[in-house]
């Protein structure tokens, strides 16, 4: 399968922090991956990167063919319908009701008729598990999960080819999680859909991930699938998945 | 067989309506592809969905053409898909089980004309009743206070007076000086056709220390830093941070209020009188650059003709102004509702309503004033 996306020797300072040094690492179409780190080992701000919010101090990312640290807003444009993002808080436009954030894209990018964006932003609405009715209410009625929910919808109203999540199923409930968990998985292997998530959840991880990337103090410490991974013997990895393994054998 | 442009080849084979997908069926495309799947007819609500010649498709195109589908009279039972690669056909089942849903009514409802200055109207009413219950609020905290004087927040006050105060000096001395120009130059033209040039004195020294300067520097102060209060209490709201100054058992009017409260009634008083200065300086300029007047003369003249009760007058009505700017700034802060467009109505609600207050009160002030032959 073609790479997508391609992070190459990134460096990131913030005056004396050096934050990344040296990452790479390339995602294929169709993978769902998972970025992993602890707290502060900049996840965020590679996100930021890949999808040309941030510059790094040095290095390169190649998203679907486009050099994103080296292009021209028209080219960037260009690009950015072909993601979708959604951000941590779901960033909803306050001002719009939810139907209308779900629409702004679809009116901003493509020639559709209003006639057709109405009935198309109800189907987004209840493909993320949402009642059209929600359509009509504005942002700041919803709760943290409906707004996340409002925020992948508003995501994938391009039909995006990537897709990126910042802790999609951060301040989710254990249901709706997993919900959120198989609706992902089930837009990547209909859409050919590549996802590219930074997550915490350890279930996530293990149910639909194919692939695992393990970031620590700057680099890149583990790559490959979730089981593998698992296996490394690095003590951050160690400690990150025994936190949770108790808890795994007795549900098992 | 049609070629690209054609998205859909609909066939009669033995009695069964076979739909042919053809091409990439991608966002792009929908219109193209609506528009021929809305002149689809069908014999029957039986339908075979072909999907050997379909390259690619998406939900937003899957959605159209189910939607159509569903308006004919096809429902899960009567549509069958062959030949379909697994992907696509999966994507059309998750489309299908997710379209149950009606389409959203418009979302906004315009008001009309008359509807709109009503609705303004009782909103005014709605905002009074609030800020006179916020007024008791208010009013309860700093009785709290006299109690315990130990809840009183120094610092935080401080830091607000030096923001509100300070940092203001420069634009109030600025715009009273360019007022005290602008009237000096003005009664300076009139005074002179009856030689009276020596009354200007008299009129910038009156009212600028009893009128001019309180109104504009509660102004700018009300623009400033009752426009920031709001701001700032209101992106604390969105953030909860005013719940969670609750939850460790403080009180936000004594956090948040009462210093602000404080900084801006001991703080205008002062800049009034900056203001004061400025504008006869600047009156004190045009007397000398166009009425011959020496700034010995204008001081001499000052000295005999500008009551001090025209001075208190103005430094009196400074912290009531103060008083109205901040709670009606800080009640509006924490009016915010959870999301950032809230924060800048209210901000837009305060500025306004602080300078309607201000010229409000002003009047009151003339009118008391007059009648205690102030």
């Known amino acids: 399968m073609e790479t997508v996306l391609e992070v190459r020797d990134i460096v990131t300072r913030f005056g004396a922090d050096v934050v990344h040094d040296g990452v790479s690492f390339a995602v294929r179409r169709g993978e769902v991956v998972a970025l992993i780190g602890g707290s502060g080992t900049g996840k965020s701000v590679l996100l930021k990167e890949m999808i040309g919010l941030m510059r790094p101090t040095s290095g390169s990312v190649h998203l679907l063919g486009t050099d994103v640290c080296r292009s021209g807003e028209e080219e960037m444009n260009g690009l950015r319908r072909r993601f979708g993002m959604l951000f941590q808080d779901g960033a909803l436009f306050s001002s719009l009701s939810v139907a209308e954030n779900i629409a702004v894209p679809l009116r901003e990018h493509t020639d559709l008729p209003d006639a057709l964006i109405a009935p198309l932003v109800g189907f987004k609405l209840s493909l993320v598990g949402l009642s059209p009715d929600t359509g009509r209410k504005t942002p700041a009625e919803l709760s943290g999960g409906m707004r996340k929910r409002v925020a992948l919808a508003r995501a994938l109203a391009l039909e995006p080819e990537i897709l990126f999540l910042d802790e999609p199923t951060s301040g989710l409930d254990p249901i709706g999680a997993r919900a959120f968990d198989s609706l992902v998985r089930t837009l990547s292997d209909s859409l050919g859909l590549t996802v590219f998530m930074v997550t915490h959840d350890l279930d996530t991880l293990l149910s639909i991930i194919d692939r695992t990337i393990a970031l620590s103090t700057g680099k890149v410490i583990a790559d490959g699938p979730v089981a593998a991974v698992m296996r490394s013997d690095h003590p951050w990895i160690r400690e990150y998945f025994s936190a949770r393994a108790p808890h795994e054998e007795g549900s098992r | ?374």
């Open chain 2, 1 to 374: 067989m049609a070629e690209a442009p054609c998205w859909i080849a609909p066939e009669l084979e033995s009695g069964a309506n076979i739909l042919y997908l053809q091409g990439r069926w991608r966002l792009a495309h929908v219109p193209g592809i609506a528009a021929e799947v809305a002149a689809l007819r069908l014999a029957g609500d039986h339908c075979v969905l072909d999907g050997s010649r379909l390259e690619e498709i998406d939900t937003a195109a899957g959605f159209v053409l189910l939607h159509r589908l569903a308006e004919l009279g096809c429902i899960a039972r009567t549509v069958e898909v062959r030949q379909m690669a697994e992907a696509h056909a999966r994507l059309l089942t998750l489309v299908r089980e997710r379209m149950a849903a009606p389409s959203v009514a418009s979302p906004t409802r315009h008001r009309g004309a008359i509807e709109r200055v009503g609705h303004a109207a009782v909103l005014v009413g709605r905002i009074l009743r609030a800020q006179v219950s916020f007024l008791g609020r208010v009013g309860v905290e700093l009785a709290a206070l006299l109690r315990r004087p130990g809840l009183f927040r120094l610092k935080e006050t401080v830091s607000q007076f030096e923001t509100v105060t300070l940092d203001a000096i420069g634009i109030a001395a600025l715009v009273t000086f360019l007022i005290g120009i602008v009237f000096a130059y003005l009664l300076g033209v009139q005074a002179q056709r009856y030689g009276a040039a020596i009354f200007v004195v008299d009129g910038v020294g009156l009212a600028i220390c009893r009128e001019l300067s309180p109104i504009l520097v509660a102004v700018i102060v009300a623009g400033r830093s009752g426009a920031a209060f709001t701001a700032q209490i209101g992106s604390m709201k969105v953030q909860e941070e005013t719940d969670a100054i609750r939850t460790l058992g403080l009180s936000p009017i004594q956090v948040l209020v009462v210093p602000r409260l404080v900084a801006i009634m001991t703080g205008l008083p002062l800049l009034v009188f900056v203001g004061d200065l400025a504008g006869i300086a600047g009156g004190m300029l045009i007397a000398s650059l166009q009425l011959d007047i020496s700034p010995t003369a204008f001081l001499a003249r000052l000295h005999t003709v500008l009551p001090l009760k025209a001075v208190v007058v103005g430094l009196v009505k400074a912290p009531v102004f103060a008083a109205f700017i901040a709670l009606i700034a800080c009640r509006m802060g924490l009016a915010v509702a959870r999301d950032a467009r809230s924060v800048g109505e209210n901000t837009t609600s305060t500025v306004v309503q602080s300078i309607v207050w201000v010229i409000v009160l002003d009047a009151i002030f003339a009118v008391v004033l007059q009648r205690l032959g102030i």
